[in-house]
């Protein structure tokens, strides 16, 4: 399980592709709750929602159960 650092859609999804099973949206939804209540946070998950769906489409997967650590690339650190 992940949970904290989770502000984006890709940020789930990178998660799920390393390994995770589940992911914890925490202080995600509540800066919209206080701002606009149930409507703001309604908007929220709506919008995490299409981040996550635009992102498996980019990445070519149809379902959850196909993100693998194969979707990712990953970056070497250059030594400063």
Not at 2 to 17: F, P, Y
Not at 45 to 52: G, P, Q
Request: charge should be positive.
């Amino acid at each position: 399980m992940m949970d904290g650092g989770v502000r984006r859609g890709t940020h789930v999804l990178k998660a799920l592709s390393l390994g995770t099973k589940a992911v914890g949206l925490g202080r995600y939804y509540l800066f919209p709750l206080a701002a606009a209540g149930q409507r703001g946070v309604e908007r929220a998950l709506e919008l995490m929602h299409i981040e996550i769906e635009r992102g498996m489409k980019l990445m070519g997967c149809t379902s959850v159960s196909e993100l693998t650590r194969r979707n990712l690339r990953f970056r070497r650190v250059q030594p400063l």
